[in-house]
């Protein structure tokens, strides 16, 4: 087993799991390994993720009465909870701006095209969240097992059973579905936003800066998903 004064060793910036130290987390990278927060019961562990910093879980390491590793559960940030309530409320704020700034037709147009590039930011947002949320995961494993194998040298010799690799479905039929459905559409955006920009409607001056945005979300999901794809292909080829 592994016991609480095993763990609070591989803390090495003690601090608390505020919104502040989050914040200063998610904006400078922080890479160390680990910041922590040490309670009775109970070890707050994390650091930032690389692609979308803010994002990353807080660890938290239960101890039970003897104060061995009872389990782990994972939560959002304080920084990542605040950050996607002002997503939230920054399209609901625009899309009711649109809604009573302009006529019924405009308002309507908008307030679809503001869903979709939201719903395409929460994919892009959620597809790397999850890969990289496996990541600290597996990283944070691997520490735990080492320090048991480090306190049990019978275990030296046994395989990671707990961090077995498995090949990653990526060719399932929903995710196949969904990017035959979304792939298209992402390409149907593509050319409505270049067009905006190369012949905006001069009744519209926003439309310029719109189809910039446009670009830069749908292209960053396209991106995002093929990253995924390419890293996963190789690992199942490393795996095999």
Not at 52 to 69: K, V
Not at 155 to 181: D, S, Y
Request: hydrophobic share 40%.
């Amino acid at each position: 087993m592994v016991e609480k004064k095993d763990i609070e060793k591989l803390i090495i910036q003690n601090k608390k799991s505020t919104l502040k130290n989050h914040w200063n987390d998610a904006f400078f990278y922080n890479t160390t390994k680990y910041s922590g927060e040490v309670k009775p019961n109970e070890i707050l562990i994390w650091r930032s993720a690389h692609f979308l910093r803010g994002a990353y879980p807080i660890f938290h390491l239960i101890f039970d009465q003897n104060a061995e590793l009872n389990g782990i559960k994972k939560e959002k940030n304080p920084f990542h909870k605040l950050l996607n309530k002002i997503s939230i409320g920054f399209f609901i704020v625009l899309a009711l701006v649109l809604l009573f700034t302009t006529d019924f037709k405009t308002a309507t147009i908008g307030i679809i095209g503001v869903s979709v590039i939201g719903t395409l930011l929460h994919l892009v947002m959620s597809k790397a969240k999850k890969y990289e949320t496996k990541i600290l995961t597996d990283e944070l494993k691997e520490a735990i097992e080492n320090i048991e194998r480090k306190n049990n040298p019978e275990l030296i010799n046994k395989p990671k059973t707990e961090l077995k690799k498995e090949k990653v479905k990526e060719w399932t039929f929903t995710k196949i579905l969904t990017r035959l459905i979304l792939y298209p559409f992402c390409l149907l955006m593509l050319y409505l936003c270049i067009q905006m920009i190369l012949n905006p409607d001069s009744n519209h001056i926003k439309q310029r800066p719109l189809g910039i945005i446009g670009i830069v979300i749908v292209g960053g999901y396209l991106i995002v998903d093929l990253t995924i794809i390419v890293k996963n292909l190789m690992k199942n080829k490393n795996y095999s």
